[in-house]
């Protein structure tokens, strides 16, 4: 137990990134699931969800959590060799990654949602 409590941040982050990368691969099997995630695309009529290409959204969600899952995997791994000085420093390089994955899944699932319907545009 005390070896898990001095590796809590490493753990949790190499969680966190096989989650997503899970999660990446899953949705670039079945693409057409991924679109709930983009913000207002569930809202619209089945007309204007025709005009996009989900095979092109599909992809961009998987690429996302793939960084996204990549960005926790190192920040496990700068976790764990920053655990081996002290346990207080292995957890800068989580709360690095956290904030980092948090902001880039924000800013591009559900903020730049726009910019990114436009660019699977069909017509």
Same mark, same amino acid.
């Given at each position: 137990?005390?070896?898990?409590?001095?590796?809590?941040? $490493?753990?949790?982050? &190499?969680?966190? @990134?096989?989650?997503? %990368? =899970?999660?990446?691969?899953?949705?670039? +099997?079945?693409?057409?699931?991924?679109?709930?995630?983009?913000?207002?695309?569930?809202?619209?009529?089945?007309?204007?969800?025709?005009?996009?290409?989900?095979?092109?959204?599909?992809?961009?969600?998987?690429?996302?959590?793939?960084?996204?899952? $990549?960005?926790?995997? &190192?920040?496990? @791994?700068?976790?764990? %060799? =920053?655990?081996?000085?002290?346990?207080? +420093?292995?957890?800068?390089?989580?709360?690095?990654?956290?904030?980092?994955?948090?902001?880039?899944?924000?800013?591009?699932?559900?903020?730049?949602?726009?910019?990114?319907?436009?660019?699977?545009?069909?017509?």
């Amino acid at each position: 137990m005390d070896l898990l409590m001095k590796n809590l941040f $490493v753990v949790v982050n &190499a969680l966190e @990134g096989v989650m997503f %990368l =899970l999660l990446a691969a899953y949705y670039t +099997a079945k693409p057409e699931k991924s679109t709930f995630l983009i913000s207002n695309y569930a809202y619209f009529s089945p007309e204007k969800k025709a005009r996009y290409d989900l095979t092109g959204l599909g992809k961009h969600v998987s690429r996302v959590f793939t960084v996204i899952g $990549v960005i926790c995997l &190192a920040g496990a @791994g700068a976790s764990a %060799l =920053l655990s081996l000085v002290s346990h207080l +420093a292995s957890a800068v390089p989580y709360w690095i990654s956290m904030a980092a994955w948090l902001i880039l899944a924000l800013k591009t699932l559900r903020v730049d949602n726009e910019k990114v319907l436009r660019k699977y545009r069909r017509d």
